[in-house]
């Protein structure tokens, strides 16, 4: 790694002055280290990352690495740094990047990581740059740096309060190195973090300025639509366009190959003057397509496949202690079995790119969970699939209309590119509803079997999880090594903090051959509600209350048992609910952080189940915005809900049988819970927010409906008016 030069980069910033850049060093995926400061208008070192501008006029310039989808990066990584930083958000112009290579490869959105990953470095960054700044005005005025302070974008000398603001100081603090270990605030004197802060990015999102992928325009603009074959895996045989070019405005019929990990395949794009115009072309085109035999699949198949194939010893994931040496009588023991559906992703905001390529250059606009994938220079980054030098990509990253994890996929983004190489102008291709439905990727869906085991006292002493499913690591690598466990496929399942002496977690791989991808929570999502509703047919087994013995389970301190002995507390749970009503617990610790949840039910006259009310405790460790996080837990509760109760993707005749919300709906707002959430930031290890408040609900609704009914749920979707 080269080291900056200290004044290597000073340069004149035309008629604004010189500008100053202040950032931190990227080795390989992590953030090591901060490193020099410059004054400069041009970004010049690949392994130099800029956070912050300051301006000799006073302007200051805060960058967010991490993509806005709604989870409110655009305002909690600018926080970060302004907190030690001293200056507030109202004093800060606030930047989404590009994929910029000077930002790194960690310009991406996922798995909950964009704080957990980043708080203390970021902290650092503006720790780094408050310090320099106080030495540039010690110097100036010949004093003890301890004698001086920062406040407000200023320098103040106590004694005589004399002051600089950081703009007047750009030109000395440009002369100095930042310091490699800054002293950081004692959090007792945050004036940002942990306090209720309006989020910068609603206004922009409620007056309509701000600028999604899909609001895109550029002049001279042609849009495209894809035909793909309704049988997925299928591809691309033979057509006849000549109908759909006789209608006015259509440009082309081209083929473009869809990349999706291992899977491809061969559409039929029409370009048009209009996103109407082609489509109503896609729809006089004459088809023949190659179903490679997929045809013949259906959903219920495959499931009877799955349950079929739990006969299978498996890959081994975790092993504690010695499960099969036990060898306890039947009435010792309990066994069930559980199933998850697929799903679709449902982003609001439809997928969508404009690419336009101009010789050996492309430039890009879309809403992307992951710009630095675009642009960066990887072994299964966009340049291997589009003929571009990573150098000559431009990307415009917009405000994404939600991620969830669909778009961590990039298939969009070549397919996109692939049709523009066929015009000077460019290209906007945009997905339907019913393209985003029918033709994936999902989350794939998770059978489990289980098993646990009483000592003739009555305590828990054997406990497995196997899981049968696709593989996730399979579908996005071709080199997968389909004899190893897919680790992404048990998450969890033997993370959990419950003390047993004797735990076998293990995986049995089913080939697939639809597109699979994360999905908020990513596996956690499906295998918490197995694991925890099986937790407590254990608890019904042994005769105790749920709560209780869990917390048996916990005897040494742990994060997990000091969020439940909180949840008990918060959610009353000791006191006794009318006959007609039911509350379930659960909780889940997995890569992305912990939340436990206690779901309260009724039974109605009718004998349908209401879903009251949610009480959610979260650790985070540390928290920015109180109210953000919040957000994101009730917005994880209602998504998680919506994945428990209403209708799945299943396939019939190799076809996805949903289309659009009138098929595979969303929860409504009148369905929607009252939901309390407890934050845990009580230091320690920082965890996420995003994710973490979703696997949790659906096994403790479940466990509420078993409390309420006596029913037993083991398979999702379930619905509340039939159970």
Known sequence: MHQLSRRSFIKNAGGTGIALWLGINIRGNGIITTTNIVATNIIESGNFTPYILVESGGGITIFNTKPEMGQGTFQSIPAIIAEEFEVSLDQVTIKNTNGEKPFGNRQ???????????????????ASAKEVFIKAASARWQVDESS???????????????????????????????????????????????????????????????QFGIDVQVPGMLYATVARSPVIGGTLKSFDATEAMKIPGVEKVVQVERIMGRYHSVGLAVIANSYWTAMKARRM???????????????????????????????????????????LPPEHTIEAFYETPMVAHHTLEPINCVAQVRGDQVEIWTSTQVPSSITGSGENDVHKYIGFAPDNIKLHSTFVGGGFG?????????????????????VKVLWSREDTTEFGPYRPMTFSQLKGGFSEDGKLISFQHKVISPSFQEGMNSQFDIKKVDGTMVEGIGEQAYEIPNIKTSY??????????????????????????????????????????????????SDTKRVLLKMKEFSHWDEQLPNNKGRGVAQWEFFAGLCAQVVEVTVQPDQSIHVDKVFAVIDLGEVVNPDN?????????VMALGAAVKPGITLQDGKCMQHNFYDNPLIRIQEVPEVEVLILAEGGKVKGVGEPGLPAFAPALANAIFAATGNRIRKMPFDLKKV
């Open 285 to 327: 085109l004459k088809i023949e397509w190659d179903n490679k035999g997929y045809e013949n699949f259906n959903s219920v198949d495959y499931e009877k496949h799955l349950r079929e194939l739990s006969g299978e010893e498996g890959v081994p994931d975790k092993t504690i202690g010695s499960v099969d040496s036990l060898n």
């Open 108 to 126: 991406r959105a996922g798995g909950s990581s964009s704080i957990r990953t980043n708080y203390t470095d970021l902290r650092k960054v503006g």
């Open 148 to 210: 001086c302070y920062a406040e407000n974008g200023k320098i103040i000398h106590k004694p005589t309060n004399r002051n600089f603001t950081y703009g007047e100081l750009v030109a000395d603090a440009s002369k100095l190195e930042l310091p490699k270990e800054p002293k950081l605030k004692d959090p007792k004197d945050f004036k940002i973090l942990g306090k209720l802060a309006k989020r910068p990015d609603v206004p922009l999102k409620t007056n309509g300025s701000a």
């Open 629 to 637: 996080v919040k957000n994101q837990v009730e917005g994880a509760i």
């Open 508 to 557: 049995v791989r089913a080939d697939f051959h639809v597109p699979v991808a994360a999905w908020r929570s990513v596996t956690s999502s499906t295998l918490a509600f197995c694991h925890e509703c099986f937790i407590d047919e254990l608890a019904h087994k042994a005769n105790k209350d749920p709560m209780n013995f869990r917390l048996e389970l916990l005897s040494k301190p």
């Open 406 to 426: 669909r778009r961590l996929n990039v298939d969009y983004v070549i397919e996109a590119v692939s049709i523009a190489k066929n015009f000077s102008q460019p």
